[in-house]
């Protein structure tokens, strides 16, 4: 393997410059050249390609978004868009890729991979942490983080003012973000898209919390939860308690940026070097993750069928723990 690209694609997330550093390193340590491929299969298509050497990832292991930029791209959605992607890939001798992102990034993969007879190795890079064939995705430690430490300030305004406060976190098909934050802020209920709530069991819930602190509380909504969302849940909370003092907090994009957490950057690094290796090895089609804190190669076909479990044993404890 004499020359590799690597892409960063879809949603940003704090670890993916990590990543590309180790790919780049990796690279030297195996003597293959890597080059960039700037804003995804955009670039792919439109042949946006730069070499990368040791100084271009020089001073970006603590920095949150993506050097190489992101995109998320119909065109490469198509067979001819992906035929156009590897016309570059060819004319550039690029004879494996890394990419690094989330599901849609992986089908991707998959599909050009496939087509044109590719070695592709993909990362796990989302902060939804909904990958199946890892622990954990690269961004999504530094996401939870990020929610817990704006809940915590919420919380002071929650309590200073007997409030109920309604935060919407990311998570489009997945309550990881929600679950895990929910958990470590305390929070009085937690809806995700992996466990129905049902209406009832939301105000049985709220009236037990009006005794203890007037009313005042944090719910985490996942985005992707079954009533469409924190605004949903407001207006259905304020018919039934309209005496409720509730505000919604909706914390959007400061999930996805900022400076990766030690775990992310550890998480990113291993696996880069470890998707490097895989190539040079004659490995192709599959995802690396860690599992068991053992590095773990995935066929794509098997990351995209499957849903990564969520432990709703954790989500019952909340219930037990919020009482
Ligand atoms: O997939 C990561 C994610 O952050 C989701 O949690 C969220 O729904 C989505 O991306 C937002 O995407 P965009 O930045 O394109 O609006």
Redesign the pocket.
């Known amino acids: 393997m004499k020359k590799i690209g690597v892409l960063t694609s879809?949603?940003d997330?704090p670890g993916m410059n990590a990543a590309i550093r180790a790919v780049v390193k990796a690279g030297m340590h195996y003597d293959a050249e890597v080059v960039g491929i700037y804003k995804g299969y955009y670039g792919l298509i439109h042949d946006l390609i730069k070499p990368l050497d040791g100084n271009a990832v020089y001073n970006i292991i603590h920095r949150g978004g993506t050097i190489l930029k992101s995109a998320?791209c119909d065109e490469f959605k198509t067979a001819e868009g992906r035929v156009k992607a590897f016309e570059t890939i060819d004319r550039h001798n690029i004879e494996g890729l890394v990419v690094i992102g989330?599901d849609g990034t992986l089908t991707g993969a998959r599909l050009l991979g496939k087509e044109h007879d590719l070695p592709i190795i993909g990362l796990p890079g989302?902060?939804?942490n909904d990958l199946y064939g890892t622990d954990y995705t690269i961004g999504y430690d530094t996401a939870v983080n990020t929610v817990v430490a704006a809940v915590d300030k919420i919380r002071d305004t929650a309590h200073s003012h007997d409030r109920l406060f309604i935060v919407e976190v990311?998570?489009?098909d997945a309550g990881f973000?929600a679950l895990r934050s929910g958990i470590a802020t305390g929070a009085e209920k937690i809806l995700i898209p992996e466990a129905r709530t049902f209406i009832e069991d939301l105000y049985d819930s709220l009236e037990k919390g009006r005794s203890h602190d007037e009313g005042a509380g944090i719910i985490i909504v996942a985005?992707?939860d079954d009533f469409g969302g924190a605004m949903e849940v407001e207006k259905k909370i304020k018919k039934r308690f309209p005496d409720f003092d509730i505000r919604v907090s909706i914390l959007g994009?400061i999930?996805?940026g900022g400076a990766p957490s030690a775990y992310d950057r550890v998480l990113a690094s291993g696996l880069g070097y470890q998707a490097v290796k895989a190539l040079v090895e004659g490995r192709r089609g599959m995802m690396v993750g860690s599992i068991n804190r053992k590095i773990e190669f995935t066929p794509f076909e098997q990351t995209i069928k499957y849903n990564s479990p969520i432990n709703v044993e954790l989500h019952s404890i909340a219930e037990i723990l919020a009482l």
Request: charged share 30%; no cysteine; glycine share 30%.
């Open positions: 879809g949603g997330t998320r989330g989302t902060i939804d990311m998570g489009r973000i985005e992707g994009h999930q996805r």
